[in-house]
C-alpha cells in the first residue's frame, strides 16, 4: 500500500512539473503618451502573440517560432480610439529554445532574442507561465504625422488568464516632434468636425 502511496505522489508530482504550456495566444497591452507643455495625447499599444513550439526528440519541446500582431491607437483614453499604426510579422528562430520543466519566474525568466525590425526593437520575456512583458523600443512611421518614437513594456499575459497590472516603475511614451503634434491634433480636429 506504501509503494502504490510513493508512486502516485510521483506521478502526481512529474505531472504538475509539465502543467504549464507556454505555446498559444498572448495578448499584449502598453501604454504611452505624448506630452507639449498642457497638451497629452495618449497612446495604448494591443495586439497579440502567438508561440509555436514542435518535441526534437527525447521528449524536449522547445519554441521554435511566433506571430505577432500589434497595433497603436491615438488618443484612446479620450474615447477615440484611433488606429494609427499596424504591423505584423512571423519570427523562426535560429535556435529553438528549450521550454524548461519549471515554470519560469521573475528571477528566472524565459528570455527571447531581441528582433529588430525596421527601426523598432522587440524583446519577449517570460516571467511566470501566464504572464510576461514586451519592450517595444525605436521608431514608426504614422500617417500624416511622421515618424513616432516608441519606448514602452507592455505586460503580456496568456489567453484565457486575467490581464497582469501594468508597471509603473518602467519608463513608456511615444515621442513626437512639435511639428507632428500639431499636424496629430489638426488631423483629430478635422476628423472630430466630419
Known sequence: MKRIFLTLIMIFCSMTAEA???????????TGFVEKSFVRIS????????????????NLDCLTSYDVNLRIYALSKSGFDLKVW????NEIFEYPIPIPEVSPTPNNPIVFP????????????????T???LRVKGYVDVDTVG????????????????????????????????????LLLLGVKILVRN
Open 131 to 133: 504572464a510576461g512583458k
Open 20 to 30: 504549464y504550456d507556454i505555446p498559444g495566444t498572448w495578448n499584449v497591452y502598453g
Open 147 to 182: 515618424e513616432v518614437e516608441i519606448n514602452t513594456d507592455c505586460v503580456v499575459w496568456k489567453k484565457g488568464t486575467q490581464r497582469p497590472d501594468t508597471d509603473s516603475s518602467t519608463k513608456s511614451g511615444c515621442n513626437l516632434g512639435i511639428t507632428a503634434l500639431m
Open 86 to 89: 499596424d504591423d505584423s510579422f
Open 43 to 58: 497612446f495604448e499599444l494591443r495586439g497579440e502573440i502567438e508561440l509555436y513550439s514542435r518535441d526534437i526528440g527525447e
Open 114 to 129: 531581441a528582433i529588430t525590425r525596421g527601426k523598432l526593437t522587440y524583446q519577449l520575456t517570460l516571467t511566470s507561465e
